[in-house]
């Protein structure tokens, strides 16, 4: 899946988020697109790391004290 591809994926659900929400006010949609988004995107880098914190890093572009605060706050560790 290339960039454009994601990017359009994301597009559409929020399209239908907001469709879904109607009239109702939308709020926090940054944090809920980033956490929903941040969790799987770290599962699939792990596993492709195949667990090592240092590789899964350096694949995602951030510090490795970074990934594990991540890590810890999606219970992934």
Do not use: W
Request: charged share 25%; hydrophobic share 40%; aromatic share 4%.
């Amino acid at each position: 899946m290339s960039k454009d591809n994601i990017q359009q994926a994301i597009s559409k659900n929020l399209e239908k988020y907001f469709h879904d929400l109607g009239e109702q006010p939308a709020s926090n949609i940054y944090d809920m697109v980033v956490l929903a988004v941040e969790k799987p995107m770290l599962e699939m880098v792990m596993s492709r790391a195949e667990s090592n914190q240092s590789q899964a890093a350096e694949m995602l572009g951030i510090n490795r004290n970074t990934l594990r605060k991540k890590l810890q706050h999606h219970g992934l560790i």
